[in-house]
């Protein structure tokens, strides 16, 4: 939820003066946050990208994002055909049928997301094979209705995909997904939402489990760029878990300008915006910066980013991991894909 307690005092408009899509000085600013704040509409929300920076950049943590996510299905200002959001929208509806699994509260769970369904063998190896999963349109977060306006979706089915975690009496459980953690930790608490269970990080897992079998870890003496990826915009506390599991497996994070704050979104949502043409040159000057600073492979946390960039990162002749990728080879795996 945005708050504006903070707009009036805030030097210089971060939310707009940062952001990497819109081209705005610092009083241009003022006023279209001004209009934003009274509810009106302004340029700025049909020029956003849905890169989701702006929550970050902020000072204050005020949730900018929340404000002009809530403007854009307002307004309509992404302009996107109401067909492809319909048919985006009834892709991850909860299904009515929900099954029960039969869950053991006293042991770990492991939140597949839908994407056990892009590459299974991402979620195989020793790190994941023991624990009990939940997974599939059921459990889904929704976040990614950010991406098309429509925070309505996330809010009506929030309290349906809640309701499912509680049926199986889970009480803690590892998110595969940015996304996933973000909703149960970022925006039910900036909502006033309670959560009843726990949420855990994947690089958090998958860090505690390399410090446990830290005698295993054979070093991988790598370089890699890393591709932070949109939704850790709203939880970037998690960052650091990508610098401690880089260090325990021998992989240097190496410093770049599109990393970190100034990460580049990997163009994936730009294409349902009708932006197609900012693709190829944000995608270029991404790739280019990963290989000018020595990177051998680009290494994400977002299986979408690695969907969206992979064949390219691997045309200019660098490997595509997710660092639970890494994290598994370090532990003498065998990656099958
Ligand atoms: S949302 Fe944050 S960065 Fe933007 S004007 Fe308000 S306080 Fe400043
Ligand atoms: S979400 Fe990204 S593109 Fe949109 S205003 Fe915020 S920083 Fe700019």
Known sequence: MFDKSHCSECENIDCLTRCQWIDIDKETARTEMGKMINGE????????????????????????FDLKTELQEKYNSLN??????DNIIKQ???????????????????????FSRMNPEEMKGQMFE?????????????LMYHHVARDSVIRE??????????????????????????????YCQRNNIDVPFKPIHLFEYVYNYLKDHESEINKLNMKIAYQRNCSNRFIPETDKWVDKICELIGVER??????????????????????GNLVRPTQNKNIKDMINNGAEACVYNCPMCKDVLGSKVERKGLKNYLLSDL???ALGEKLNY
């Open 41 to 64: 509409d302004s340029f700025v929300l049909k020029e956003c990208v849905t890169c989701f920076a702006c929550e970050e950049y902020c000072p204050y943590d005020s949730h900018p």
């Open 80 to 85: 996107i055909d109401p067909k492809l959001i």
């Open 92 to 114: 991850m509806e909860p299904p009515d049928d929900l099954r029960i699994k039969e869950i053991d509260p006293d042991k770990p769970v492991f939140h597949k997301c839908t």
């Open 130 to 142: 023991n624990l009990q999963y939940i997974s599939g349109r059921a459990f889904f977060c929704n």
């Open 157 to 186: 089915r929030l309290p349906i995909v809640m309701e499912n975690i509680k049926k199986h009496g889970i009480q803690e459980f590892i998110c595969w997904h940015d996304e996933c953690y973000g909703l149960w930790t970022s």
């Open 254 to 275: 190496v410093a770049r300008e599109y990393d970190r704050e100034n990460a580049l979104c990997c163009g994936g949502p730009f294409g349902w915006l009708g932006k």
């Open 327 to 329: 994290a598994r080879m």
